[in-house]
């Protein structure tokens, strides 16, 4: 699921990103990535920004269906999107970017060694993105916390600004998921391969999944009073 996002390379120092992560990727108890395993339906759910530029970015969430999830896929779906809702809903907790913050800094702090040409080349990339003094922890840094920017930043998952892409050998031309009178069926120039283009509707079913669901709570092994 490919999602269209407001630029964020201007908040390195806030990286509203790494606060999304930090809730959508969490896999205890109810979480959405344990909820869809118990269920067989999921191999892997992984997310990060995947492109950033000075006008937008986009976003990449990369979910891996086993074959009843591929069956199932609508319901996935659903699910996704009913979390990603419920996360919506939460109020910006600063004791979450302070779990965030501590353990950036202590990836930081252990980071390996690099030889002198892999640390050039990492320099010369971040004085494309931060400013001078930030050049070493640019990328680590979480020291501009801003509750109405991550709130912002996050309001932007929704099923509007999404787009899906479902890969897979199984026909799914027919299933519930195109919208009827919609399909585009084109294919692949070079690979000879078949795709279908099609705006889908989904109605939100968080009120019958919220049970299921829970938000993280905070790391205890790296929080300290």
Known sequence: IYFKLNEVMSQYKLKPQDYFKYLLLNSGEKSLISILK??????????????????????KLRIVLTPEGVNQYDYVL????DYLELIQEQ??????????KRNSDTL???????????????????????EYEDLLYGGYTHSDFKADAIKDFIKQFTLKNAIVILSTIKDLSN?????????????????????IISPFTMKSTLDINRILFAIRGRNKYITSK
């Open 91 to 100: 109020k910006i907790n600063s004791l979450y970017y302070l779990d965030i």
């Open 78 to 81: 659903e699910m996704v999107f």
């Open 175 to 195: 299933t519930k998921l195109f919208a009827p009178n919609s399909k585009q069926e084109k294919t692949l120039e070079f690979y000879n391969k078949k795709y």
């Open 38 to 59: 118990e269920k067989n339906l999921i191999i892997t759910l992984t997310g990060d920004i995947d492109d950033s530029y000075n006008t937008f970015s986009t976003y």
């Open 108 to 130: 930081f702090n252990f980071k390996e060694k690099m030889r002198t040409v892999e640390l050039a080349i990492e320099l010369s990339g971040a004085m494309l993105n931060y």
